[in-house]
């Protein structure tokens, strides 16, 4: 409560400066002040109640204040110091420091919670205490404002004494507690000084267990590089046994393994100083990895040389580890492969050998010799071929099927196997292409070297499949190819014997009809054909297809004609005519049938038409010298060709200016014409009774006959437009009908 006692300055003191104001939170202060004192407002009420009462009082203690005040003001005054003589003489300087000093005791330092707990402590004493004497500003108030005092700080010490009492068993504890520790620590002093005399005493006992803990570190350090050296760079001595003396297993190959490391771990100590023991470590396990290599290799021999001996899966899987190991060199793994395809080679060569020659089928070496041996049918070249390919393919499946069996389940052997397996019936190539050329080359007849080239293609597109079989289906093609050019060389040959055979040439007979060696020539190669069912003959290229189409139809077609050359003086035009006809439609009649013979055919026809055309001029020729026509006939078409389409006689009036163009000459041709039409039909049937074909027959008489028609009905139009007389008896439609010709083939005559 410094608020209520004042402080008094001596006189000689001087003001102290003025202050700054403290942040007390009034504002919150006053506003709960209400809330704080709930005998604040009572207070307020009774004050007011009282006011004419006690104004009379109020009146005088307020005097008695103002008087109190002007004492201290006057004091302050006094207490100047002569110094500040010119700040004394300031009120405004004076009142300052007296509001500061106010300030100091009216707004003491509390924050709110001390300001709460303050005045909730007064209110609770304001009700013993009369409010009137509290706020009495004379010196009864003051004396109840100090036993108001004195009463709040007992109760504070009474408070502050309660509290302590709780910490006097602590306190208790604690002094126990330091007294215990300040024992203890006695207690180490004294050890400590023992301590000290102990170490004292065994300092040379201490040096020499440092001396030695030091030698154990080393002899430690130095045992621990040993021990990692011999794991480093030696092998144990089971390790050494088992490379030299222990079977090929997974526990093997660890040990090789591991030898090959320490190989090249050995690099490291022949960099050093002195790489004595480098050489020495690398050369004794070179020595122990050659051996195993050795071993691997020469176990590697014995089971490829011996496959029946793989039967037993473990030795199996041993091969292939070892075949695995050997890859990562493939100098070694190639000279292992080389030796196991040398040996298989060598089997099946004479197994192949014994086949074909019947050679050690007793011994029991042949895989299949409890089969038909291909040289029993070796009297049938179609059928030894057949048994041939067949047994070479079952070599084949046989071989695929060992190698598969050999490398199973070895994903990184399966490009080794299909190695192994395209050299081992690569060495039956040579052989199996002699044995074909042999056969192909000894045989003549066509139609069996042509049944040889079916089973060679059969077999090739067989062996197309299998990729590991290039070698014998490159042969099988070779000997294919020479197949075919067998058959091309019978033909040729049967097409080279008829044309210098004097027999052929004597063949072309009267009858006019073909020869017999063109029947039997289509009748050995066409059955061939009419089977196949390529693009081109025996898939040939088509370069190749159409020569050998040109084999087939022109170089016989040269050669009759060459025939028929040399014998021409026999026959005359006529005869010649029918006899190309007759052979044109022989081959044409042939290979019609025939699919891959389509392009010859159009060929053919256009030949075919070509004679026709040449007999119908014949024919016509023949006709109109019968008639004594041919003079009118060629001056005619000297002046201008007759068409058919343009029958104008104003076309042809430089004929009058020929001298055979008169009357006496056109008189004697009509009766001519008078005498020979009416049988001219069957005259000109009669000259063609030997060409075999109706068709042709029928399209030369018509065709030649119908050229004779437009002539005649040219040639009377002429007489009747130059001559002024119809010199000619009968009409175009009178031609027409003697000759046979339809009214619907006759032409009209302009009028």
């Known amino acids: 409560m410094d608020y209520i006692a004042f402080e008094p300055f001596p006189e000689n003191d001087a003001l102290p400066s003025p202050q700054p104001s403290l942040s007390i939170p009034l504002k919150s202060n006053i506003e709960n002040l209400g809330a704080k004192l709930s005998q604040f407002n009572n207070l307020k009420q009774f004050l007011q109640l009282n006011a004419a009462d006690n104004i009379e009082e109020k009146v005088e203690d307020s005097k008695l204040a103002e008087k109190y005040a002007l004492l201290s003001l006057e004091q302050l005054t006094k207490d100047q110091k002569p110094s500040d003589s010119?700040?004394?003489?300031?009120?405004?300087?004076?009142?300052?420091?007296?509001?500061?000093?106010?300030?100091?005791?009216?707004?003491?330092?509390?924050?709110?919670?001390?300001?709460?707990?303050?005045?909730?402590?007064?209110?609770?004493?304001?009700?013993?205490?009369?409010?009137?004497?509290?706020?009495?500003?004379?010196?009864?108030?003051?004396?109840?404002?100090?036993?108001l005092r004195s009463q709040v700080e007992a109760e504070l010490i009474k408070n502050y004494a309660s509290i302590l009492a709780d910490y006097a068993k602590p306190v208790k504890v604690l002094k126990?507690?330091?007294?215990?520790?300040?024992?203890?620590?006695?207690?180490?002093?004294?050890?400590?000084?023992?301590?000290?005399?102990?170490?004292a005493a065994t300092s040379d006992l201490m040096s020499e267990i440092d001396a030695l803990n030091s030698e154990k570190k080393s002899i430690d350090l130095k045992k621990s590089l040993l021990v990692a050296f011999r794991q480093k760079f030696t092998l144990n001595e089971y390790e050494q046994y088992v490379l030299e003396y222990n079977d090929i297993n997974q526990e093997f190959f660890d040990a090789l393994l591991r030898a090959e490391k320490i190989n090249e771990d050995c690099l490291i100590l022949l960099a050093v100083d002195n790489p004595k023991q480098g050489r020495s470590l690398l050369a004794k396990n070179n020595d122990l990895v050659s051996k195993a290599n050795q071993k691997i290799t020469t176990f590697c021999t014995r089971s490829l040389s011996n496959i029946y001996s793989l039967n037993n899966r473990e030795r199996l899987n041993t091969l292939h580890m070892c075949l695995d190991y050997l890859s990562r060199s493939p100098e070694k793994l190639n000279s292992v492969l080389e030796s196991f395809v040398k040996t298989r080679s060598a089997s099946l060569l004479d197994e192949f050998s014994s086949q074909i020659n019947g050679n050690n089928l007793s011994d029991g070496k042949s895989s299949i010799s409890d089969s038909r041996p291909v040289y029993f049918s070796s009297h049938d070249p179609v059928r030894y071929i057949a048994d041939l390919l067949a047994y070479v393919h079952s070599i084949v499946a046989n071989e695929a099927e060992t190698v598969k069996n050999l490398f199973e389940g070895e994903q990184d052997l399966s490009q080794t196997a299909s190695k192994i397996l395209e050299q081992t019936l690569g060495s039956l190539a040579k052989p199996i292409k002699a044995e074909i050329d042999r056969v192909v080359s000894a045989e003549t007849r066509l139609q069996t070297t042509c049944q040889i080239m079916t089973h060679l293609e059969l077999?090739?597109?067989?062996?197309?499949?299998?990729?590991?079989?290039?070698?014998?289906?490159?042969?099988?093609?070779?000997?294919?190819?020479?197949?075919?050019?067998?058959?091309?060389?019978i033909l040729s040959n049967r097409l080279a014997a008829a044309k210098t055979s004097n027999l052929a040439r004597l063949d072309l007979s009267s009858?006019?009809?073909?020869?017999?060696?063109?029947?039997?020539?289509?009748?050995?190669?066409?059955?061939?054909?009419?089977?196949?069912?390529?693009?081109?003959?025996?898939?040939m290229p088509e370069a190749e297809h159409k020569k050998f189409l040109e084999l087939i139809v022109d170089q016989p077609i040269s050669v009759f004609e060459?025939?028929?050359?040399?014998?021409?003086?026999?026959?005359?035009?006529?005869?010649?005519?029918?006899?190309?006809?007759?052979?044109?439609?022989?081959?044409?009649?042939?290979?019609?049938?025939?699919?891959?013979?389509?392009?010859?055919?159009?060929?053919?026809?256009?030949?075919?038409?070509?004679?026709?055309?040449?007999?119908?001029?014949?024919?016509?020729?023949?006709?109109?010298?019968?008639?004594?026509?041919t003079d009118f006939y060629n001056v005619t078409n000297m002046i201008f060709p007759i068409d058919k389409e343009l029958l104008d006689p104003s076309i042809y009036q430089a004929i009058t200016e020929n001298k055979l163009f008169n009357?006496?000459?056109?008189?004697?041709?009509?009766?001519?014409?008078?005498?020979?039409?009416?049988?001219?039909?069957?005259?000109?049937?009669?000259?063609?009774?030997?060409?075999?074909?109706?068709?042709?027959?029928?399209?030369?008489?018509?065709?030649?006959?119908?050229?004779?028609?437009?002539?005649?009905t040219l040639f009377s139009a002429i007489v009747t437009e130059y001559l002024q007389e119809p010199l000619l008896s009968w009409s175009s439609d009178d031609v027409g009908t003697m000759l046979g010709i339809d009214d619907s083939d006759s032409y009209l005559i302009l009028e």
């Not at 289509?522 to 898939?539: G, H, N, Q, R």
């Not at 025939?563 to 081959?587: G, M, Q, T, Y």
Request: hydrophobic share 45%; aromatic share 6%.
């Open 86 to 147: 010119s700040s004394s003489q300031d009120p405004l300087a004076r009142s300052e420091a007296l509001s500061t000093r106010l300030s100091r005791g009216l707004n003491p330092t509390f924050g709110d919670a001390s300001m709460r707990e303050l005045f909730t402590r007064l209110e609770s004493k304001s009700y013993e205490e009369s409010m009137d004497h509290l706020v009495d500003a004379g010196i009864e108030g003051s004396i109840a404002r100090k036993n």
């Open 176 to 199: 126990t507690l330091g007294e215990r520790v300040s024992a203890l620590v006695v207690s180490i002093n004294e050890t400590k000084d023992l301590l000290e005399k102990d170490v």
């Open 459 to 489: 077999y090739h597109l067989m062996f197309n499949k299998i990729s590991d079989a290039i070698g014998i289906n490159e042969s099988i093609a070779a000997a294919m190819l020479l197949a075919k050019e067998k058959v091309e060389l």
């Open 511 to 539: 009858d006019l009809q073909p020869p017999e060696w063109i029947i039997d020539f289509y009748s050995d190669i066409l059955p061939v054909l009419d089977t196949m069912t390529s693009a081109t003959v025996f898939d």
């Open 562 to 629: 060459e025939h028929l050359n040399f014998e021409s003086s026999a026959f005359d035009r006529r005869d010649l005519v029918i006899f190309k006809l007759n052979f044109l439609d022989l081959i044409t009649s042939k290979v019609t049938p025939i699919v891959l013979l389509s392009l010859k055919v159009a060929e053919l026809v256009l030949k075919t038409k070509s004679l026709r055309q040449e007999a119908q001029e014949i024919q016509l020729q023949e006709l109109l010298r019968s008639c004594s026509l």
């Open 663 to 712: 009357k006496e000459a056109i008189a004697a041709a009509n009766e001519d014409i008078q005498a020979v039409l009416p049988t001219a039909l069957m005259d000109s049937q009669s000259t063609l009774i030997k060409l075999n074909n109706p068709i042709d027959v029928k399209e030369i008489v018509t065709s030649s006959f119908e050229q004779f028609q437009v002539f005649y």
